[in-house]
């Protein structure tokens, strides 16, 4: 029978513990978060590096459905399944791609998701065709969950998201080549539960941190309108993911209407 994978690393280890709102911490603070943080991604590392085989199978026995969506420009790691959003309101030109029906037959980039029977993410897999360029393999546990990225068989990355219940408390990137926790976003919620502010430690931590602080804003009816900055510029969903909702459709309908209206305009001359 297979082991599981979250019982050694995860045993003794409990959930970060902020008491006081996230940008109120120093730079100590923050860095011995980041300094905890990286003990447990080189346990991963040195643990799962030569394991991908293992893993895979693990995945295959526990998959029960499979999703699939477009990968070209995006820059995510696992596209529309990437944990949290911070990073992605404030870097330019990243995306999350689309939903498909089903696997392209033309060769083209995409996404594979792998689900178990409770609709747990286990595996994100991004292909050309038929062969393998990227896999992201999830292991979880107590209110953590890690993103092994394994490319051309060699765990190069790891993803890592802590939650507190079902809320996402942090996120964070490790890479094996800098050796240094990166890309930090914390995240606080309101009373209602909606996510309301976001920092992000954009420098590898353990140098010069350089934090960018948003909050959350929101119409009456709820829904997300952006975020903004503690100097006062905004960044709106809008804007986030207007590129992705162009079609040649829209593009052709806006063109006609133009046209339209210069034509009215000249015989109005």
């Not at 011995?32 to 003990?39: N, Y």
């Not at 689309?98 to 792998?114: E, N, Q, V």
Request: with cysteine; aromatic share 14%; proline share 1%.
């Amino acid at each position: 029978m297979l082991k599981r994978y979250y019982d050694e690393i995860f045993g003794e280890k409990q959930p970060i513990d902020l008491n006081k709102p996230y940008h109120e911490y120093g730079k100590d603070e923050i860095i011995e978060f980041a300094r905890r943080e990286k003990t447990s991604c080189l346990e991963i590392m040195k643990k799962y590096s030569s394991n991908l085989d293992e893993l895979t199978i693990n995945v295959w026995n526990k998959s029960e459905r499979e999703e699939y969506s477009s990968c070209k420009g995006v820059t995510l790691n696992r596209g529309i399944y990437h944990p949290g959003d911070g990073f992605e309101f404030v870097v330019t030109n990243i995306g999350r791609g689309h939903r498909l029906k089903k696997a392209p037959d033309d060769g083209s980039r995409y996404f594979c998701f792998s689900f178990d029977k409770d609709d747990n993410l286990l595996c994100a897999e991004k292909l050309a065709g038929e062969e393998i360029i990227q896999q992201e393999i999830i292991i979880r546990g107590n209110d953590m969950e890690y993103g092994l990225v394994f490319r051309q068989g060699e765990l190069n990355q790891i993803y890592a998201a802590g939650y507190k219940g079902k809320q996402l408390s942090y996120t964070y990137r490790y890479d094996k080549f800098s050796g240094n926790i990166a890309d930090v976003c914390l995240y606080e919620y309101d009373e209602s539960g909606r996510r309301s502010s976001v920092v992000i430690i954009f420098n590898d931590v353990g140098s010069m941190l350089q934090y960018e602080f948003y909050n959350y804003e929101y119409d009456n009816a709820n829904n997300l309108l952006g975020i903004r900055h503690s100097s006062g510029g905004f960044i709106s969903v809008k804007g986030k993911y207007a590129r992705k909702y162009i079609t040649a459709a829209k593009v052709t309908e806006a063109m006609k209407k133009v046209l339209s209206e210069w034509e009215i305009g000249r015989a109005h001359v």
